[in-house]
């Protein structure tokens, strides 16, 4: 096995954790694609057709980044929920991941949502829709960031389809 060979396998492992990512808060998302793309434009030998994949990967990557911070911040602003019990959320939820396997990191984010709702709204019922709001506005973002991140790893293996056929 060359070392070309070694670098494409190593970048597809990559794209792979990039795409999960994107869900998955804990692992590096379209940052590590982006990334994965230009090593395997510099070394994995694929020339021409990995520098084309890279500029049309990179661009899916940084629309999927733009588009869920915008999407998620222009929720959140309308629902006028402040940065500041998103931040409580995310701290709840890296507590959470270390007291419930799997699932601790979601339900520690709704979980610290909602009380940082609830001490700032001091209501239930308007801290429960906001953080729902937050929430489904935090989902939409994910989605779309996958979504992207998927097309750039499909730019990927067709890249990978190209090279491979052509050489």
Do not use: D, Q
Request: glycine share 14%; aromatic share 8%; net charge positive.
């Amino acid at each position: 096995m060359n070392s070309e060979t070694v670098v494409t396998i190593l970048c597809g492992l990559a794209i792979l954790v990039g795409v999960a990512g994107t869900i998955i808060p804990v692992l590096p998302g379209s940052i590590l694609i982006g990334l994965s793309l230009l090593a395997w434009a510099i070394w994995g030998g694929a020339g021409t057709a990995g520098w084309v994949v890279f500029g049309i990967g990179l661009v899916f990557v940084l629309a999927g980044m733009a588009a869920s911070a915008v999407l998620t911040g222009r929720k959140l602003k309308e629902h006028r929920i402040p940065s500041r019990s998103v931040v409580i959320g995310l701290v709840a939820g890296v507590a959470g991941m270390f007291i419930i396997p799997v699932v601790g990191l979601f339900v520690g984010f709704a979980a610290g949502l909602l009380l940082s709702e609830l001490l700032r709204t001091r209501n239930f019922g308007t801290a429960t829709s906001t953080s729902w709001a937050a929430l489904k506005a935090t989902g939409l973002g994910m989605l779309v960031e996958f979504g992207l991140a998927c097309l750039a790893a499909s730019t990927w293996v067709i890249g990978l389809w190209v090279s491979v056929a052509t050489s």
